[in-house]
């Protein structure tokens, strides 16, 4: 029995590395329609709020959505003649930002190396100044590799952009008569459901697009004013390519709690080399807007969006 035992449990994860297997063979093979998918329902969560409340005031789902659909052009325009306009030259900063990354950490390092050496008598410990001394420098031929992309990467890159651009075309046609469709869309799948169920699928079909509508949209809203605050403040400090390091703090937002440190490091490293009080205004006015947005601004937003209680 003992033997039964384990021949069954071995034989049990040998079979579920497999179908992990498997299934990441399957979702590598598929990934362009699961990023559809995912595109779809992120683009229909989106949209869903303006097109309906359009129609609350008498302007058919078909019209609403093309009226939609013509705001989030206009919105994307707006960004991109932002992102290339001669006013800010943000792309031009991102260029000489990712230009100047091995030379911003290449400082680092060494103003780190002299540090050490200048305080030997307090860091002792040879184990703990080789294995800091790795780190950096590990960490600077990383941003330095990654600034040399050979070709071979570059096509990588540019695949793996024309499949996300693959991805959202589609994604955008579907999403377009989804959301033309969906009150039949709704009436079809509680159909299927059965009537026994309707009221539970009532509740978690109002849960899901409140909570996930309200989510998405706040986030955007969220991420959009601390780009701007801190790039206005990184201006101030004259940081290196301050409209450039105000988009990455902004779009680092999304990441959960680890995202809002990074962008505050990020500007840190760039301007600490020419001057470390700035380096570290900049990352603790980073840290001070985003909690700020977090504590103040975000529970309005998605208490607003989602129909509960800021305080809540």
Known sequence: ?????????VWTWV?????????IYVSGVLSIAIGIIIWTAIF???????????????INRVWGTTIAYALLVAVLLLLLFLMFTPVFGIDTQF????????????????????????HSDIFQNATVHEWIDNVAGAVSKGITD???????????????????VICI??????????????????KEAYRL????????????????TRVMGGYLRTTIIQCAIIGVACGIMFAILRVPSPAAFGVITGLLNIIPIIGPWLGGAL???????????????ALIGTIVIQQVIYTFVSPKLMGDSVDIHPAL
Not at 44 to 58: A, D, M
Not at 146 to 164: F, P, Q
Not at 175 to 185: D, K, S, V
């Open 1 to 9: 029995m003992k033997a039964r035992h384990r021949l069954v449990v």
């Open 15 to 23: 079979g579920a590395i497999l179908l992990a297997g498997v299934g």
């Open 44 to 58: 229909v969560f989106i949209l869903s709020g303006p097109v309906n409340f359009l129609e609350k005031h008498g």
């Open 95 to 118: 260029e000489e930002l990712f230009n100047k990354l091995p030379g911003y950490f290449d400082g680092l390092n060494a103003w780190a190396s002299e540090f050490y050496s200048q």
């Open 146 to 164: 990654l600034a040399s992309t050979s070709a071979s990467g570059v096509l990588a890159v540019g695949t793996s952009v024309a499949n996300i």
């Open 169 to 186: 075309g589609f994604a955008l046609v579907a999403a377009f008569w989804m959301l033309i469709e969906l009150p039949n869309l709704g």
């Open 193 to 208: 459901i059965g009537s026994k169920y309707h009221d539970d699928a009532e509740m978690l079909h109002i849960t899901v």
């Open 267 to 281: 500007a840190f490293v760039a301007s600490f080399l020419e001057s470390p009080l700035a380096g570290i205004i």
